[in-house]
């Protein structure tokens, strides 16, 4: 099944998770304005429905879940069918391309990378948020993908795999930082120190194109 078909069939469960767990989200979200460069024109691959784009003012999304992007257009994002391997842009578009867990769902990450690179202008920033899948609660994911109605898709990287494939792909890491510390949901620290050195679940990176 494709992830897109995925996600279309569970687009309310999606939308809800972030209702539940509003400090989590709130959390994530914090890390993520601290490392957001100025930007004219952003892009986020991945937009889902927009729980990130819309705060963050980014005003465009690309997104293979029909579902998912009728509900960020109702948030105010223009979205573009489509999957971060194959961008529907030209080259140099964009100051700044915003993906946050889409790393996990794609079937190429290093195609999707350079992808981002090269719809950034020159000197434009990625900005690249994940779960570290060897911080304790990356772990816990991992073990219990089977029975998760989203991860069982899933592919978790460490934030080593992650630099090696942002170098691969023509960037240069600027800045990290981290949150969600522990090892469950119920029970999480939601500090967030910059560096990515802690043992942080939630990891954002800000790149820049070379």
């Avoid at 494709?2 to 989200?25: C, G, M, T, V």
């Avoid at 952003?42 to 293979?64: C, D, N, Y």
Wanted: a neutral charge; proline letters at 4%; aromatic letters at 10%.
């Amino acid at each position: 099944m494709p992830k897109s078909a995925l996600f279309d069939r569970n687009y309310e469960a999606y939308e809800a998770w972030f209702d539940r767990h509003q400090d989590i989200y709130e959390t994530e979200l914090t890390a993520i304005k601290k490392l957001l460069p100025p930007f004219e024109r952003a892009l986020e691959v991945g937009v889902g429905t927009g729980r990130f784009a819309a705060p963050l003012w980014i005003k465009e999304g690309v997104e293979p879940s029909r579902k998912m992007a009728a509900i960020a257009q109702k948030r105010g994002i223009e979205v573009k069918e489509g999957v971060a391997e194959a961008l529907p842009y030209e080259d140099e578009r964009f100051d700044l391309v915003l993906m946050v867990t889409t790393i996990c769902f794609v079937d190429d990450p290093l195609k999707a990378l350079q992808e981002a690179h090269r719809i950034l202008k020159p000197d434009g920033r990625l900005l690249l948020a994940f779960v570290d899948k060897e911080s304790p609660l990356g772990k816990l994911y991992e073990r219990n993908r089977h029975k998760s109605r989203f991860y069982s898709e899933a592919t978790f990287f460490s934030k080593k795999e992650i630099f090696k494939l942002l170098k691969e792909a023509g960037f240069v890491l600027e800045a990290c930082n981290e949150s969600l510390f522990g090892e469950d949901l119920e029970h999480l620290q939601l500090k967030i120190y910059d560096g990515c050195k802690k043992g942080g679940a939630f990891l954002v990176l800000r790149a820049r194109k070379k």
